[in-house]
């Protein structure tokens, strides 16, 4: 090999390498595979640079292939498609709850609310605590209450930042009263409201729904009373229902009392809706209410045998029965052969169902459509407890 003939193949190789630049510039403006094959075909021509300058072999411009179609397949390696990733169980998703952005069908989305206790029974004490828990914290230490008020009439709103009770002096003169769950930033309301009815906060926190006082052993009015404004203005029902203890629904839309033997329900307004079935002075009897369904289609209450004494006006917030409002069926609870002790339902429809549970209580978590959810057992601190509400 001379001189000259290095010369002409260094001169061949340099034409090579040229073409192919320009191709690859080319194909830059095609679909991604050609780039990919431009890229292949530069790299094997840079390959074959460094062998000329071991070697010096000759290659001809002509002989290199033509460039793929960019819809032609790249024959490079594809690479291993990237699995589709597992929802995330970090801190940025509630578990329990469907991953952000997806509709978890099959994920439950109900959860437990606070729960809000008072005593369940009456002793010598003068006052009583109430209490909050949430399944998974301990149970927390709240106001105090004259032990009358917190068994018989006491009522946490909506939110559960306030509370609202009917307390009685020496001199028998009855007040509704509200102050913060802590105690703080009481407020005397009004006077001559009957302590044997408890007042019922609207579902928005700022109205309570009370029964008037009467010294003459007649039943009072119902009055709805404005608690955030300076004057205290009270809206007053027409007629005289004559119920107590009422239930008012998560929408707004509906008031449940029980009156005489059974149950009927109201319009906010208290004109009177309809009598749900089921109830009669020889037959079922119901006294007792405990909560009523966000849309007031079903009610739990304390529902009592035919020939069973139906007890007397004050308040129980025990349950033994679900009933649907309209045809007055009973609604079937998975509770597993356990005895059903309380029912509140939810805004969303779901309940939260307190059962007896060897010695203690369980709390179960039920879906709108009757499933349990989940179950946890309550703190034994808690066992000499009634439940007074459960909100979101």
Not at 47 to 59: D, E, M, Q
Not at 184 to 200: G, I, K, L, N, T
Not at 335 to 352: A, K, W
Request: proline share 7%.
């Amino acid at each position: 090999m001379n001189d000259q003939r290095l010369r002409l193949d260094l001169t061949a190789l340099a034409d090579e390498v040229t073409s192919v630049d320009l191709r690859d510039r080319t194909l830059r403006t095609s679909h991604r595979l050609g780039i990919q094959r431009a890229v292949a075909t530069s790299a094997a021509a840079l390959v074959l640079i460094a062998a000329a300058a071991g070697t010096a072999f000759a290659i001809r411009p002509d002989q290199s292939p033509s460039p793929l179609p960019a819809d032609t397949p790249s024959v490079t390696a594809t690479p291993t498609p990237t699995p589709t990733p597992t929802p995330s169980t970090s801190a940025d998703d509630t578990p329990g709850a469907p991953p952000s952005g997806g509709t978890g069908t099959n994920t439950p989305t109900v959860e437990f609310g606070k729960l809000f206790y008072g005593p369940a029974t009456v002793t010598d004490a003068e006052t009583a605590n109430l209490r909050s828990w949430r399944p998974g914290d301990s149970p927390v230490r709240l106001l105090a209450l004259p032990e009358l008020a917190a068994k018989g009439n006491a009522s946490v709103s909506p939110d559960g930042q306030r509370v609202a009770w009917v307390e009685t002096d020496d001199s028998n003169e009855s007040t509704l009263v509200v102050a913060d769950a802590d105690g703080s930033d009481r407020q005397e309301m009004r006077s001559d409201v009957a302590s044997s009815c408890s007042p019922v906060w609207s579902p928005d926190g700022r109205h309570l729904l009370f029964v008037e006082a009467m010294g003459t052993g007649e039943s009072g009015r119902h009055g709805v009373l404005d608690t955030r404004s300076d004057k205290k203005p009270v809206t007053w029902w027409p007629g005289r229902p004559g119920g107590c203890h009422a239930l008012w629904s998560a929408d707004g839309r509906t008031i449940a009392m029980a009156v005489d033997v059974g149950i009927t329900l109201y319009a906010a307004d208290g004109t009177k809706k309809r009598v749900v079935p089921g109830f009669s002075m020889n037959g079922w009897r119901s006294h007792d209410i405990a909560s009523l369904s966000s849309d007031g289609s079903r009610i739990a209450l304390l529902r009592r045998n035919p020939g069973e004494e139906s007890g007397d006006i004050a308040r129980e917030l025990w349950a033994n029965a679900v009933l649907d409002t309209r045809t007055g069926n009973q609604v079937t609870l998975p509770l597993g052969g356990r005895t059903l002790r309380q029912v509140y339902f939810q805004s969303d429809g779901s309940m939260v169902v307190r059962v007896q549970d060897g010695s203690g209580y369980a709390v179960l978590l039920v879906d709108e459509d009757g499933k349990k959810v989940s179950e946890t057992a309550e703190p034994a601190s808690l066992k000499d407890e009634q439940i007074l509400a459960v909100v979101d």
